[in-house]
């Protein structure tokens, strides 16, 4: 039976008693609504740069490979980007719920742009996509730890679990619906088809509110008045600037792409430098603090690394399902977007698999040190690019490849996933000094901007004739496996820095 009491808000997310697999009720309308909004993004991710790269004929923009790359991970490095004051928002302004709500209004009318068959309408769409992103995925996965009562809750952990299939479950079905529509009826249907997702989300939410946790409302540290009038004029001030600066670009007929994915990149690789800087210059840390942020700093360079090959799947290696990829199998023909749902897939699959290891490796302590798991993820992550290196060496001369190699390549980066990225939330909360606890899971999303920044400027800098090619592949799975040989080799100094946590 749930909790009567308000400050744990299960009262009004069990009417009646009613549960959701024995969980609060509200479960099931978070559930929903991310599964909604998971099946809107993927879906369009799945389509994403196979739009920009198709031909004005087939109905696409014509860009070129590396440029549509390179827009596509400066697009998904501002959709963690913006999860930093996503939650800022929700702190000060609105409450969860409300940034919530508006977040997922910005990205269904973000979606429905992209439906507009004008190029200009395309970009908009992107770009509240993004910033519809960064208010909903900040705030939702906070809005079912209000369901629980506390941290020690039993079902906390069962209710998480469930909460991420419903992630996974979106993003499966998303390329199986949406790509097909997209690919084999018309972009902008399919783009179309990924808003109405979003709007069913939406609707799920809104409708489900009353079964949610009170704190959800809660503006759990509200902006005064001054604070307002001064972080209005800073903005006011900073905006009028770069449309002045754009507006110049453009009146004199040199606006190109490169305008808006270059100063992104730099953006995106800065500001997590300049937020360590600033915790490592705070002297209200002590010696211990000092040293884990020091531990930290490792871990985040190495997420970054992953992270600039994992979020390619979407980009270079959707582009090789297209064009060097049989798209047939034990004769079922499919559109190349279907391999995007082969990542959830595995996720699914071996996500308990995973979780049942790491208990009983604890168990016999054996289990890895994180420092150890981290150093796997990279080298697996560094193999599943030297397979896509192998992979296309057997596609040179216009071979179209089988589909198994692909299917290799995913299912090598899931393992190297599921070693490193539960892991990275865990020690991100384990080494946060006291006081920017809240503030340190914004900064491992950073880890993801970092990483897809660096490999917009590869992307840009390397130009087509390189970008999705063996060399491409290779130098990045060495970078990545290197990466992971050295953290292997110190790991006993960043074990050190890290202090009483293991």
Not at 112 to 122: D, E
Not at 275 to 288: G, H, Q, W
Request: contains cysteine; glycine residues 10%.
């Amino acid at each position: 039976m749930a909790s009567t009491t308000l400050d744990t808000g299960v009262t009004s997310a069990t009417p009646g008693g009613k549960t959701f697999l024995g969980h609060p009720r509200g479960l099931a309308t978070l559930f929903m609504s991310e599964m909604w909004e998971r099946f809107s993004y993927y879906g369009m991710r799945a389509l994403l740069v196979l739009y920009m790269t198709a031909s004005v004929a087939e109905g696409g923009l014509a860009m070129k490979t590396a440029v549509a790359a390179a827009v596509y991970s400066v697009y998904t490095a501002m959709v963690y980007l913006l999860a930093l004051p996503g939650g800022w928002i929700a702190d000060r302004f609105l409450g969860a719920r409300k940034t919530v709500a508006l977040g997922g209004t910005i990205i269904m009318i973000g979606h429905f742009l992209l439906a507009v068959p004008v190029s200009a309408s395309f970009f908009v769409g992107l770009v509240f996509i993004a910033v519809g992103s960064g208010l909903l995925k900040a705030n939702i996965s906070t809005m079912v730890g209000h369901l629980y009562d506390g941290p020690n809750d039993p079902r906390r952990d069962g209710g998480f679990t469930i909460f991420y299939m419903g992630i996974n479950l979106g993003a499966f079905v998303a390329p199986l619906v949406v790509g097909t529509v997209g690919q084999e009826v018309n972009w902008h249907l399919g783009f179309a088809l990924a808003g109405i997702g979003m709007a069913l989300g939406l609707l799920q939410f809104l409708l489900g509110t009353r079964h949610l946790s009170p704190k959800s409302n809660v503006v759990t540290s509200p902006i005064s008045a001054d604070e307002k009038r001064k972080i209005f004029t800073k903005a006011g001030i900073w905006l009028a600037v770069a449309a002045v600066f754009y507006g110049v670009v453009g009146a004199t007929g040199h606006f190109t792409i490169n305008w808006a994915i270059w100063p992104l990149s730099i953006a995106g690789l800065a500001i997590p430098f300049l937020v360590f800087a600033k915790v490592k210059r705070d002297k209200d840390l002590d010696a211990n603090e000092q040293s884990k942020m020091s531990g930290y700093i490792w871990f985040f360079v190495a997420a970054a690394v992953f992270w600039m090959i994992y979020d390619q799947s979407g980009s270079t290696l959707n582009v090789f399902a297209d064009e060097h990829t049989a798209s047939n199998l034990f004769g079922i023909h499919f559109p190349s977007s279907w391999f995007q749902s082969l990542n959830p897939l595995y996720i699914m699959a071996l996500a308990p698999v995973f979780a049942w290891i790491w208990v009983a490796l604890a168990r016999r302590s054996k289990n890895p040190s994180t420092t150890m798991k981290f150093a796997f993820g990279l080298l697996m992550i560094g193999a599943s690019f030297i397979v896509m290196m192998l992979a296309m060496a057997a596609a040179s001369g216009g071979t179209k490849v089988t589909p198994l190699w692909l299917a290799l390549v995913y299912l090598v980066q899931t393992v190297g996933e599921l070693t490193l990225s539960p892991v990275g939330l865990s020690v991100t909360t384990k080494l946060a000094p006291t006081k920017y606890a809240s503030q340190m899971m914004g900064v491992w999303f950073l880890a993801v901007t970092a990483g897809d920044c660096v490999a917009a400027i590869f992307q840009l800098v390397l130009g087509d004739k390189i970008v999705g090619g063996t060399a491409y592949f290779a130098v990045q799975g060495v970078m990545a496996i290197v990466a992971g040989v050295a953290l292997a080799m110190y790991r006993k100094k960043v074990v050190k820095l890290m202090g009483d946590v293991h």
